[in-house]
């Protein structure tokens, strides 16, 4: 077992907040992150924690030994101020010795499979980290759901049918058949382009009621990463960092008078042959479509430039910022908003503003699903391995790596309509083409 | 000493009869491992308890037929190859003998990646065998010449094998028998009993396997006629020559040269051959209700090709020479059991045949295999201790699959006279694991053939990296010498040199890409950082020495599989430790609440052993996985409480 650590309070400014770690292994971390202080088991302490970069904070600290802790394993439990810099620096000093995020349900987990808890709380895990296979309460709720099992099952099947024909070329080549020409191309596209409307159709539950998107885009070099750091006070993502980190946005949460907000920096935007660059700015415009409000950082006035920008919002609400005024000479008659990152002037403006975008955004977009986030999460691994595969295609790459592609694209679907198992997709191949020698 | 035989008897009349027979038996020495049969499973099984130093007795129906190619004459191909090259990598007879009679060899798949492509080598028929007899008459291995009848079972365990002429005492005891199981042979309306046309089948034992109640079932497969190469136009049809410069099955023991090469040809059935075929259908023993083994979907009798594809107008017949100076060819693709006169009738309304003459006709046959899930992953039977199942009998069809599973066995039954540990290869490590992997967990439900897309860690598993995944362990099971693991181990040397020598220092601003465009770069890149980039043209970006050609190839395909190769890594360390554990057979899931009734009668049917065997059944979710292991807990724990 890994070493895992998890927020035990809520991911929200408070007084306190409580990080629990756990596993066998663990206290050669916390020595580390206590330079070696000495410790007595079961006794509260205040110690100082270090991160890589330094002091973080004065905490408390108890240190449990196995059996005798909740999970089982040796585990300690620390009691920090309740600032996010100061969770967000945990959770990096907590990776940095090779912890890692605890995911749902994984402490009582622990703590069943250490035989820490009784038959009867045993049974209420169940329930806990699953109680109905997921794919019942996915597809058999179809009153809550909709067609939503219907429209994944049929993603799924689009992907199988692009899997029969690939891995037909691959394992019956020598057979004379045709397998498939140029229009594998178009037919994939087809499938990504019905995913990612798919996706779009989706809104998970905590994006719904609790956050309002908001990226931040801009030419490069514009300080987008820095106005995001200011924006939230302190350097990237704490707990929510999104996972699928293949994509270049970085998001984190940012708290303002009581409003969640989703906040995601995206790479620079600009014309590029650079083949890696480009990725990353398909990634940002995908991602504008699952933006609330989009916040243009600039360093100066450039009207083409803005009104690019501005076009890529498309019906999302666009706030158009000028960055650096502490070297730059303010252009306010241009802008709705003056800053600077790197003093902070001009933030408050900032922020209210944007607290009033949402306040007064009327037209809120309609969505067919509501998932999971995890969920959602799964179906953009599939975009991208979908991506990945039309990239392949478009970049002549072997066959086998596309395939590759497809099969993972495919896996996502797995735990909501089942795995497509070689032998069925072998039997697949064999009814629409004839093989055999 | 003598024994007491039974032979069921019936006249006439119809009245049944049981005949003893008292005979002279003559019991032999003792040996550590008998192997009974002389085909691809047992030769690689006695070979490899031969070469780890045990004694082996080799019993076969007829010493001639040792080594016989009894299907179409061609070793290797997609999936297969890579099998071979794991059989060589463990120091098997296979891609020995292969490379001593091989001629044709064709890569296959050259257009696509390193780890699809696939090596396919004709061989001849007559080459191949005198090859692999000659390669174990340099062994130690004892042949014996009789038909098996009876096991020796003592308590629950198998201590030898009665043939008509002696009782062979052995500690272990390899069962490799084929289809010669309960063989029948269909041609129309004939029928005959034998496993191969001209051999005898073998039922008495058999009808032992039966009494043992073993689940067992039926399988049929087909063959096409065989045609007088004399009487075909091969002008008519289109060439396929091999490859040049011609490479090599065996990465280790060659012969000095090669075999004078042949080519193969391709012709096509027409309309005319489908409406014979059609009319006549009704006629083939496959469609008359006498066959109740199921053939293989990828390996369909034209019969099928022509009934189920109605709107194909065309299917490719291949054909395969049968030796250097050997009036015959093998027509690759019209496997049939038609009566003789039609299937003379369709060969010859095929382009090039129409004088065609056949010197044998094709036939179906049918026959019985065990299912392999009540075999252990190191191919042992759970019900008898000592006694080892491999080959065609569990219910696999192919040379390879049938090699493979005898290497596996042979390594198996000698480790554990050895008291050694099992040896098992996971699905990660070899196509060989993939294959024993769905054997001993999910049965067969035809004639199991390997494919590149049953390895689902197939990047990982080249043809061209067999070695560097299982030389080591093949030398520390006693496999191969001491000698070649030195060689490979300098090769692996020079490799890692060159890699960070030429490719991590060698640096450039400029490239040409796919499309044969020039790019520049911003600043020096290595080669290394280059090729990992997908638009590189790896071909004009650096021309290897001669002795560097097979090391920068390697790392062209190591570069381009990198990524998703650390992708599936850490899937299998991820899976790996919860995959180990283990299900008792006892355990009931229908307790589970929460698990579909879908999910519990997979369950229940499939048995799985561990949580890994669990994963691989379709149906089963990962939450499925999740409530499993819980219950698995909780079970363990009623038991301390208990």
Excluded at chain 2, 36 to 62: F, K
Excluded at chain 2, 268 to 287: F, G, P, V, W
Aim: proline share 3%; net charge positive; glycine share 8%.
């Amino acid at each position: 077992m890994s070493v895992v650590f998890a927020l035990a309070t809520p991911p929200a400014k408070s007084a306190i907040c409580v990080f629990r770690v756990s596993g066998p292994g663990c206290f050669r971390g916390l020595s580390k992150l206590i330079k070696g202080s000495k410790y007595t088991i079961g006794n509260f302490h205040v110690k100082s924690f270090f991160g890589a970069t330094g002091l973080i904070d004065k905490a408390g600290l108890v240190v449990f030994s196995g059996p005798n802790s909740y999970t089982g394993e040796d585990s300690f439990e620390v009691y920090a101020h309740g600032g996010l810099a100061v969770m967000s620096s945990f959770v990096k000093a907590f990776k940095g010795v090779g912890f890692e995020e605890a995911v749902g349900g994984e402490f009582t987990k622990r703590a069943f499979l250490n035989n820490k808890i009784s038959l009867h709380e045993a049974e209420a895990v169940v329930d806990l980290i699953d109680a109905v296979d997921e794919k019942e309460v996915m597809l058999a709720g179809r009153s809550l759901f909709g067609g939503l099992s219907r429209d994944i099952v049929e993603l799924a099947e689009s992907i199988d049918l692009l899997r029969v024909r690939v891995e037909a070329e691959i394992d019956f080549s020598d057979e004379g058949n045709e397998y498939f020409d140029e229009s594998l191309v178009d037919d994939l596209l087809i499938v990504k382009n019905n995913v990612v409307s798919f996706i779009n159709g989706c809104v998970n539950k905590k994006n719904r009621f609790q956050k309002n998107n908001i990226l931040l885009v801009g030419p490069v070099n514009s300080g987008k990463s820095s106005v995001f750091n200011r924006l939230l006070g302190f350097e990237r993502a704490i707990v929510s960092d999104m996972p699928g980190t293949t994509r270049d946005i970085i998001s984190s949460e940012l708290f303002y008078e009581s409003n969640t907000f989703s906040v995601f920096d995206s790479a620079g935007l600009r014309n590029t042959k650079d083949f890696v660059e480009e990725a990353g700015i398909k990634n940002t415009l995908n991602e504008i479509k699952n933006t609330d409000l989009v916040v243009g950082v600039f360093e100066c006035y450039k009207k083409s430039v803005i009104d690019e920008f501005k076009n890529l919002a498309e019906e999302n609400k666009f706030v158009c910022i000028q960055n650096k005024i502490d070297v730059n000479a303010k252009e306010e008659d241009f802008f709705d908003c003056c800053v600077s990152a790197k003093t902070g002037e001009g933030f408050d403006i900032l922020k209210e503003i944007i607290v009033n975008c949402f306040d007064s955004k009327a037209d809120k977009k309609k969505y067919n699903y509501l998932v999971r986030e995890r969920h959602e999460n799964i179906f953009k691994g599939v975009v991208f391995s979908l991506s990945s595969a039309c990239e392949g295609l478009d970049q002549s790459t072997s066959l086998e790596l596309v395939a590759e592609d497809l099969k993972n694209a495919r896996s996502g679907f797995d735990e909501l309509v089942g795995k497509k198992f070689s032998d069925s997709l072998l039997g697949d191949i064999f009814k629409s083409y004839c093989i055999g020698k | 000493m003598y024994l007491l035989t039974e032979l069921d008897f019936t006249n006439k009349n119809n009245k049944k009869y049981i005949i003893y027979i008292l005979k002279y038996i003559n019991i032999m020495n003792e040996y550590d491992v008998i192997v009974v049969g002389g085909g691809h499973a047992g030769l690689e099984a006695a070979y490899a308890v031969d070469r780890i130093g045990l004694s082996c007795a080799l019993v076969t129906l007829r010493k001639q037929s040792i080594g016989q190619m009894s299907c179409n004459p061609a070793i290797g191909g997609l999936g297969k190859s890579h099998i071979v090259r794991e059989i060589d990598a463990m120091g098997g007879l296979m891609p020995i003998a292969t490379d001593m009679s091989g001629i044709q060899y064709r890569t296959l798949n050259t257009r696509k990646g390193d780890a699809v492509q696939a090596l396919r080598v004709q061989c001849d028929r007559k080459l191949y065998k005198q090859a692999a007899q000659k390669i174990i008459k340099k062994t130690n291995i004892e042949i014996i010449e009789g038909e098996v009848e009876d096991l020796v079972v003592e308590g629950k365990k198998v201590k030898g094998v009665v043939t008509d002429k002696n009782i062979v005492k052995g500690k272990r005891t390899i069962l490799t028998t084929g289809t010669f199981l309960n063989g029948r042979m269909y041609t129309g309306e004939e029928i005959e009993t034998g496993g191969r046309s001209g051999d005898l089948s073998s039922i008495p034992l058999s009808k032992k396997l039966y009494q043992l109640d073993i689940p067992m079932g039926r399988l049929k497969t087909g063959t096409p006629p065989r045609i007088k190469l004399s009487s075909i136009n091969i002008n008519l049809m289109e060439e396929q020559p091999g490859e040049r410069p011609t490479p090599w099955m065996s990465l280790n023991e060659r012969p000095k040269k090669h075999q004078k090469q042949l080519s193969c040809f391709i012709t096509r059935t027409n309309k005319t051959t489908h409406e014979i075929i059609k009319k006549n259908t009704h006629l083939s023993a496959m469609y008359s209700g006498n066959i109740v083994g199921i053939g293989p979907r990828y390996c369909p009798s034209i019969e099928d090709k022509v009934n189920r594809f109605k709107n194909k107008e065309g299917h490719q017949i291949f054909i395969e020479p049968e030796g250097i100076n050997k009036d015959l060819i093998y027509p690759n693709g019209v496997s049939t059991s038609l009566p003789k006169d039609i299937q003379l009738e369709f060969i010859q309304s095929i382009r090039g045949m129409r004088n065609a003459i056949i010197t044998e006709y094709g036939y179906a046959v049918e026959y019985d295999f065990i299912d392999p899930r009540i075999i252990k992953p190191t191919l042992e039977a759970k019900f008898l201790q000592g006694f080892y199942l491999a080959g065609q009998i569990n219910g696999t069809t192919g040379y390879e699959e049938a090699a493979a599973q005898g290497l596996i066995a042979g390594i198996n039954a000698a480790n554990s006279i050895k008291k050694k540990d099992e040896f098992i290869l996971e699905r990660d490590e070899a196509y060989i694991g993939v294959l024993i992997n769905d054997l001993t967990n999910h049965g067969i439900t035809e004639p199991y053939r390997m494919f590149t897309s049953r390895a689902e860690h197939r990047l990982l598993l080249s043809q061209n990296n067999a070695e560097q995944r299982l030389l080591l362990k093949a030398h520390n099971l006693g496999l191969i010498s001491s000698k070649r693991k030195e060689e490979f181990l300098l090769k692996e040397k020079k490799y890692k040199k060159f890699f960070n020598s030429i490719l991590k220092k060698t640096k450039t601003k400029t490239f040409i890409d796919n499309k044969n465009k020039t790019k520049h770069l911003k600043e020096n890149k290595n080669l290394y950082q280059l090729l990992s980039r997908p638009d590189v043209n790896p071909n004009r970006l650096y021309k290897p020495k001669k002795h560097e050609k097979s090391l920068y190839d390697r790392s062209v395909v190591e570069i381009k599989y990198k990524g998703y190769i650390e992708k599936q890594l850490r899937e299998i360390k991820k899976t790996k430790k919860q995959n180990n554990k283990k299900i008792p057979t006892s355990f009931d899931y229908s307790s589970i609440e929460g698990l579909s009734n879908e999910a519990k009668e997979k369950l229940y049917q499939y048995k799985p052993r561990t949580i890994g065997d669990a994963n691989i059944i379709e149906g089963i979710t990962p939450a499925a996985i999740n409530l499993i292991l819980i219950y698995l807990k909780k079970a363990e724990l009623l038991e301390q409480n208990a």
